[in-house]
Every structure is written in C-alpha cells, then in structure tokens.
C-alpha cells in the first residue's frame, strides 16, 4: 500500500487522504496514519511545486556542476556533500559514478551569481579538485512533467540544401 501511496503522491502532492483512500479502496484515517508514518520515517521529505519559471518574468539560471573531490577518510563523499549541500543556492547534490564524483546543481539569478558561487564557495573547499559547470538552456521535462508542448513555436532555423 506504501507504494501505491507514494506513487499517487509523486505525481500529485495535492491529493488528499480521502481522495488516495477513494482510488485505493482503503479509509481516510488509514491512509491519513499511513502518509503521517511515512513522513515520520523520512520516507516523505517534503511536499513542492514544480514551477515553469521560463512562463514568469523571473530571471533565474540552473546550473549542473560537476565536481570532483577527494573523499574524506572514514566519511568518504558524506563529509564534502554536506558542506555543499548546506549553501542556500545548492538545490541538489548527487553522488555519481563516471569522470566526476559529484553533480551539483544550483539556481542563480545570473551566470555572475553562479561564477561567484563556483569560484569563491565551492572550488577553495579543501576535498574539491576541480569542477565543471553546465547551464540549462531550456527545459523540455523535469519530474516527469513535460514542459510547454505542441503550442510552443518551433524557433529552428529553416536550413536547405
């Protein structure tokens, strides 16, 4: 049942007890203790809105950095992926196999902002060996959600032989 909860939930947030119970054949109160339990646990972390930010006024760049690092003895990565994760402009920390260790992925309101980040915060951390940072141009899909669609023009320049 937890699974069939959380499923509902990862692509709704906005459900309610009665509505999961309604789909699941199970009560409210059932539901509700179990969705309680689960946050308890820390299997739910958090509720969020995934926003479209490039339909606002907003000015805001997402920045993929990836950085390698040499691991802590006895802490290995967990050490270092803290200290990066606890920086305000940090929205992601992941620990990836490959070329580099970790992805970071932080919002800016400018490549200036971002620059300042990566060359004053992270890179003088002690374990950090180097870095390299990818901007995101545009977003097609992010959590399984497809952003803009068949109403959005195709700006491609017409290229012919």
Same mark, same amino acid.
């Given at each position: +049942?937890?699974?069939?909860?959380?499923?509902? /939930?990862?692509?709704?947030?906005? +459900?309610?007890?009665?509505?999961?119970?309604?789909?699941? #054949?199970?009560?409210?109160?059932?539901?509700?203790?179990? $969705?309680?339990?689960?946050?308890?646990?820390?299997?739910?972390?958090?509720?969020?809105?995934?926003?479209?930010?490039?339909?606002?006024?907003?000015?805001? /760049?997402?920045?993929? %950095?990836?950085?390698?690092?040499? !691991?802590?003895? #006895?802490?290995?990565?967990?050490? %270092?992926?803290?200290?990066?994760?606890?920086?305000?402009?940090?929205?992601?920390?992941? /620990? +990836?196999?490959?070329?580099?260790?970790?992805?970071? $992925?932080?919002? #800016?309101? *400018?490549?200036?902002? $971002? *620059?300042?980040?990566?060359?004053?915060?992270?890179? =003088?951390?002690?374990?950090?060996?180097?870095?390299?940072?990818?901007?995101?141009?545009?977003?097609?899909?992010?959590?399984?959600? &497809?952003?803009? #669609? !068949?109403?959005? =023009?195709?700006?491609? +320049? &017409?290229?012919? !032989?």
């Amino acid at each position: +049942m937890r699974n069939n909860i959380l499923s509902l /939930l990862e692509h709704d947030a906005k +459900m309610t007890a009665a509505d999961i119970a309604l789909r699941l #054949g199970k009560s409210e109160s059932e539901i509700s203790a179990e $969705i309680k339990q689960m946050e308890q646990e820390q299997i739910i972390c958090g509720y969020s809105t995934l926003v479209n930010w490039d339909r606002t006024d907003s000015e805001l /760049l997402t920045a993929l %950095i990836a950085v390698k690092v040499t !691991p802590s003895r #006895g802490q290995g990565f967990n050490s %270092i992926a803290e200290r990066i994760y606890r920086f305000d402009e940090v929205t992601a920390v992941y /620990l +990836m196999s490959g070329g580099y260790d970790l992805t970071v $992925i932080i919002e #800016g309101k *400018s490549l200036k902002e $971002i *620059s300042y980040f990566v060359s004053d915060k992270l890179s =003088p951390l002690e374990s950090v060996l180097s870095t390299a940072t990818h901007f995101v141009l545009k977003k097609y899909k992010d959590h399984g959600v &497809v952003f803009g #669609g !068949p109403d959005i =023009p195709d700006e491609r +320049m &017409v290229v012919s !032989p």
